[in-house]
């Protein structure tokens, strides 16, 4: 069930009706199996797939635990490692390396070779809760975590249903210690929690789905032959689209949890006032972007042995990163232009390094005038970068990108950058807001009646601004 449908609102508001008049334990084994029952309304056909992962995991941390004197830890941890992401690969992977092989074959002029014609269906959220069991096995086998003794609590870890399809991915410290503890309930973070799904669905069903409209006209060829109008129009279009789709889904998902006692981390933080990339990956998709530092880049060796390793590194991390979002080559050359464009950046411009003032200029002018070129160009390098997510193919991207070199401008033109401003420029605004005011969501220290105005204006801007309701959450897929 979608989040933005009326039957995941019977859903929560039943199961939260239910759930605060359970004890704990009581409490977690509803959760659970209202978890399952969530996941299955997706596909029954992969619940069975979950549970056996999730079971593997909890019996393997039991034996890896730095308790034991068992020789065996380590092939167990590997073991682990190895099986949950050999069936992450088969599952989602599968099919992208049998036509890529296949590819290959007939370049090199080789025909006919009988290859699998299997394909597998990608279950829903298993690229989150993967990484989810993956950072758990770890932090156990590390000494830093404690084996869960309870099956119920490492299982509501891993499905709890606000975050099982599309994340935030929870950290085992951040979020096991909430299932395992007592929850009562506050009233001003219940109030809260509403805000955050009124939150959440204005910037998916009035932003994201608005902007999806103009993305999907230009990268489906609506518009005509490509220019460099065009070229920004989708490319402005599908970032707004991507980050109200992305920020909508995690403010829903936050708030489906504050509804029920717990604390998901903030997913995203005003990623389009980054000033340099490096600053935009700290802000767009945390609870990725840390997960990969930790488990990916700093294994690796980090920045600590020099230029080179770190550049190698940052690509190999990044070109990961993209390959995590989908079985396409668009999404290897996207993670890859991020991790030549970080390297080139830290090089460029180290990290002691402070801004330069304008020549000239004062310095509260100058200040400004470099802030904000910073993130404008930040913000329109990383648009450019998305057209590589966006398309279907790369040949289709590099030829979006070629027509940057044709300037031929139509009226109707004016009327979608218009249209692009009505539904980004709001967002753009509150961005500004929470920057300026540090706070988790929009007017957090208000008093009651603001925020319940605050709240029913959103209501009405929702009901008469939503925009199509085909346009599933971008992130569902990966």
């Excluded at 029952?37 to 941390?61: H, N, P, V």
């Amino acid at each position: 069930m979608l989040f933005d449908s009326p039957a995941y609102i019977v859903f929560l508001i039943l199961v939260v009706l239910i759930y605060w008049r359970l004890t704990r334990r009581a409490q977690n084994r509803f959760l659970l199996l209202a978890s399952y029952f969530f996941y299955g309304w997706w596909d029954w056909r992969f619940l069975a797939l979950m549970i056996g992962s999730t079971t593997m995991d909890f019996l393997i941390a039991q034996r890896i635990a730095p308790s034991r004197s068992s020789a065996d830890r380590r092939t167990w941890f590997v073991f682990s490692l190895a099986l949950n992401f050999a069936i992450l690969g088969i599952f989602k992977y599968f099919g992208f390396f049998v036509d890529s092989f296949s590819s290959a074959l007939g370049t090199l002029g080789v025909h006919h070779i009988p290859l699998p014609l299997i394909r597998i269906v990608l279950p829903p959220g298993i690229s989150f809760y993967t990484f989810q069991e993956v950072a758990y096995i770890v932090e156990v086998y590390k000494g830093r975590l404690e084996p869960v003794k309870s099956f119920v609590d490492y299982g509501l870890f891993i499905s709890l249903f606000p975050h099982l399809i599309a994340g935030p991915i929870q950290r085992p410290g951040h979020l096991l210690p909430q299932v395992q503890k007592d929850r009562t309930f506050d009233a001003d973070r219940f109030f809260d929690g509403m805000l955050l799904i009124v939150s959440g669905l204005l910037r998916k069903c009035v932003v994201a789905d608005n902007c999806a409209l103009l993305a999907n006209a230009v990268f489906g060829g609506q518009f005509g032959d490509p220019n460099f109008w065009i070229v920004l129009i989708g490319a402005y279009a599908f970032a707004w689209q991507v980050y109200g789709d992305f920020s909508g889904y995690s403010d829903i998902a936050r708030g489906s949890a504050q509804l029920l006692g717990f604390h998901f981390m903030i997913n995203f933080r005003q990623p389009f006032l980054a000033q340099r990339l490096q600053d935009f990956w700290r802000r767009w998709h945390i609870s990725l972007s840390t997960w990969l530092r930790d488990y990916l880049y700093i294994p690796l060796g980090g920045s600590a042995y020099g230029e080179r390793k770190t550049f190698r590194n940052l690509l190999i991390t990044m070109t990961l990163a993209g390959l995590w979002h989908g079985a396409n080559w668009t999404f290897v050359v996207f993670g890859a232009i991020q991790g030549v464009i970080l390297s080139a950046e830290r090089y460029l411009f180290p990290a002691k390094a402070k801004p330069q003032e304008v020549a000239g200029l004062p310095g509260r002018s100058a200040t400004f005038l470099s802030v904000w070129g910073r993130r404008v160009l930040t913000f329109n390098l990383f648009c450019l970068t998305l057209v590589f997510f966006r398309a279907t193919s790369l040949s289709s991207a590099i030829q979006l990108l070629a027509g940057l070199s044709r300037f031929t401008w139509r009226s109707e033109y004016a009327s979608a950058f218009i249209m692009l401003c009505l539904f980004s420029m709001p967002l753009f605004f509150l961005d500004l807001l929470l920057e300026s005011s540090n706070q988790e969501y929009p007017f957090a220290n208000a008093s009651y009646a603001i925020r319940t105005g605050v709240a029913i204006a959103a209501l009405t801007v929702l009901i008469f601004f939503s925009g199509n309701s085909i346009n599933a959450f971008v992130y569902f897929q990966f």
